[in-house]
């Protein structure tokens, strides 16, 4: 619903001064602007409103909206798809309809505008059930007068805005469909709940002595190891994880510097084919740089880890020095590894043995540093370490890299719920965790 307001005793006297406020409905609440606003669009006197693709809610501009409660919607809305002009025709409707056969009598009908379903998505009730309707200038002067927007471009790292609004698009699929199918998702779910207890149970959580790191201790051991490792040695890792920040940040502004002040900028607003090359455009460039730093902060941790199993103390800068003395294999190893898990991965059928080979190779930093090995060396070394544990190291290598990229989103989407600043604010927030 979008409705235009005139403070006037009549319609010519409305006519002749013209409006002075333009109201958008968007889910429980809406958005209003004076006529006179910069961020309305007028193209004559008619004002030009932008529909959310896949929702009913209504903007005042091309962007992707973000809602944070009920009154503008749990998630985003997205108006930069919106292409389609549709002109509206005016139409003067009756305050009641004279009787059940008249013209427009719809308007008082006080059902669903569709069928009931036992999910979320049941049909709405008319307009004669809604206060706009009833009570237009007391509902617009409850709305809005601006709508929150997720910054255009690629933040450092995961975008907080387009995590959470792929998060609760997600989570609302998931929570209408154990709607639908009660039974299913409580089976599932059990079995997952199930699934946790039973590797708890299962694994040895005792003794807790990270002495010698070269053992193969079980599950609970190197959760409870880890623990002790980082508490005795908390100032080398702290550094370790510092200086990591700057070699990450290199990868990132290279990707800024390439999709904000070069000619590749404007394809990301287009679709089709433009918009998969700038996909894989970024992929490569964010993707490798951030890959490339995780690698080489792989290889510090695993310089410091073997000198404290040596009983030697080492610094977090000595470590970054051996570890850049061997760029060229741990280069040569992690291209050939992305290589092939692309070559994998686009044949989509290919994507199981993708991931198979990943995990075959994720070990290739540790053993190119600690046993001086080349880049084919380390790779085949590290798939000798993984043969017979590979569903060991794929459980590690997942939390791990859950945990690497969901820590800094999730800090955002928690500032962004309890705090008013600004999505650029918390999109840096996020980013050097």
Same mark, same amino acid.
């Given at each position: 619903?979008?409705?235009?307001?005139?403070?006037?005793?009549?319609?010519?006297?409305?006519?002749?001064?013209?409006?002075?406020?333009?109201?958008?409905? %968007?889910?429980?609440?809406?958005?209003?602007?004076?006529?006179?606003?910069?961020?309305?669009?007028? %193209?004559?006197?008619?004002?030009?409103?932008?529909?959310?693709?896949?929702?009913?809610?209504?903007?005042?501009?091309?962007?992707?909206?973000?809602?944070?409660?009920?009154?503008?919607?749990?998630?985003?809305?997205?108006?930069?798809?919106?292409?389609?002009?549709?002109?509206?025709?005016?139409?003067?409707?009756?305050?009641?309809?004279?009787?059940?056969?008249?013209?427009?009598?719809?308007? !008082?009908? %006080?059902?669903?505008?569709?069928?009931?379903?036992?999910?979320?998505?049941? #049909?709405?009730?008319?307009?004669?059930?809604?206060?706009?309707?009833?009570?237009?200038?007391?509902?617009?002067?409850?709305?809005?007068?601006?709508?929150?927007?997720?910054?255009?471009?690629?933040?450092?790292?995961?975008?907080?805005?387009?995590?959470?609004?792929?998060?609760?698009?997600?989570?609302?699929?998931?929570?209408?469909?154990?709607?639908?199918?009660?039974?299913?998702?409580?089976?599932?779910?059990?079995?997952?709940?199930?699934?946790?207890?039973?590797?708890?149970?299962?694994?040895?959580?005792?003794?807790?002595?990270?002495?010698?790191?070269?053992?193969?201790?079980?599950?609970?051991? @190197?959760?409870?190891?880890?623990?002790?490792?980082?508490?005795?040695?908390?100032?080398?890792?702290?550094?370790?994880?510092?200086?990591?920040?700057?070699?990450?940040?290199?990868?990132?502004?290279?990707?800024?510097?390439?999709?904000?002040?070069?000619?590749?900028?404007?394809?990301?607003?287009?679709?089709?084919?433009? #918009?998969?090359?700038?996909?894989?455009?970024?992929?490569?460039?964010?993707?490798?740089?951030?890959?490339?730093?995780?690698?080489?902060?792989?290889?510090?941790? !695993?310089?410091?880890?073997?000198?404290?199993?040596?009983?030697?103390?080492?610094?977090? #800068?000595?470590?970054?020095?051996?570890?850049?003395?061997?760029?060229?294999?741990?280069?040569?190893?992690?291209?050939?590894?992305?290589?092939?898990?692309?070559?994998?991965? @686009?044949?989509?059928?290919?994507?199981?043995?993708?991931?198979?080979?990943?995990?075959?190779?994720?070990?290739?930093?540790?053993?190119?540093?600690?046993?001086?090995?080349?880049?084919?060396? =380390?790779?085949?070394?590290?798939?000798?370490?993984?043969?017979?544990?590979?569903?060991?190291?794929?459980?590690?290598?997942?939390?791990?890299?859950?945990?690497?990229?969901? =820590?800094?989103?999730?800090?955002?989407?928690?500032?962004?719920?309890?705090?008013?600043?600004?999505?650029?604010? @918390?999109?840096?927030?996020?980013?050097?965790?």
């Amino acid at each position: 619903m979008a409705q235009v307001d005139f403070d006037a005793r009549g319609p010519a006297e409305a006519l002749r001064k013209g409006p002075y406020e333009v109201d958008l409905s %968007q889910h429980a609440g809406g958005e209003r602007s004076d006529w006179t606003d910069t961020k309305l669009h007028r %193209q004559g006197t008619h004002p030009v409103l932008y529909v959310a693709t896949g929702s009913h809610a209504n903007y005042f501009d091309s962007a992707l909206h973000l809602g944070r409660g009920a009154s503008e919607g749990f998630g985003c809305d997205d108006t930069r798809t919106a292409t389609q002009r549709l002109q509206p025709q005016t139409v003067l409707l009756p305050d009641i309809p004279s009787s059940a056969s008249a013209p427009y009598a719809w308007l !008082a009908f %006080q059902g669903r505008w569709g069928q009931h379903e036992r999910g979320i998505n049941n #049909g709405p009730t008319g307009p004669g059930e809604k206060p706009q309707w009833f009570a237009p200038i007391e509902w617009a002067d409850a709305l809005r007068t601006t709508s929150v927007e997720v910054p255009s471009g690629r933040a450092f790292g995961l975008s907080v805005g387009n995590f959470f609004c792929g998060a609760v698009a997600r989570g609302a699929i998931m929570l209408n469909w154990s709607l639908i199918h009660p039974v299913p998702f409580v089976v599932l779910l059990l079995l997952v709940l199930v699934g946790l207890l039973a590797a708890v149970a299962v694994t040895t959580w005792r003794p807790a002595d990270p002495h010698h790191l070269r053992m193969r201790p079980q599950g609970g051991q @190197i959760f409870r190891a880890t623990t002790r490792v980082y508490a005795e040695h908390l100032p080398t890792f702290a550094a370790a994880g510092a200086i990591f920040l700057p070699v990450y940040l290199l990868a990132a502004s290279i990707q800024w510097v390439l999709f904000h002040l070069t000619s590749v900028a404007p394809l990301i607003a287009l679709d089709g084919r433009h #918009g998969a090359v700038t996909a894989v455009l970024a992929v490569l460039v964010g993707g490798v740089g951030g890959l490339f730093a995780s690698v080489i902060a792989t290889a510090t941790i !695993a310089v410091i880890l073997n000198e404290i199993d040596g009983g030697r103390r080492i610094l977090a #800068g000595q470590a970054y020095r051996r570890v850049f003395r061997r760029l060229r294999p741990l280069a040569g190893g992690m291209l050939t590894e992305i290589i092939m898990v692309f070559l994998l991965t @686009i044949t989509v059928v290919g994507i199981p043995f993708a991931v198979h080979r990943f995990i075959r190779w994720s070990l290739f930093a540790q053993a190119s540093m600690l046993d001086d090995l080349s880049s084919t060396e =380390s790779l085949r070394q590290s798939s000798e370490l993984v043969r017979g544990h590979w569903w060991r190291t794929f459980g590690f290598t997942v939390l791990v890299d859950v945990l690497a990229v969901l =820590s800094g989103p999730l800090l955002g989407v928690a500032l962004l719920l309890l705090t008013d600043h600004s999505l650029n604010f @918390i999109n840096l927030a996020g980013a050097p965790v």
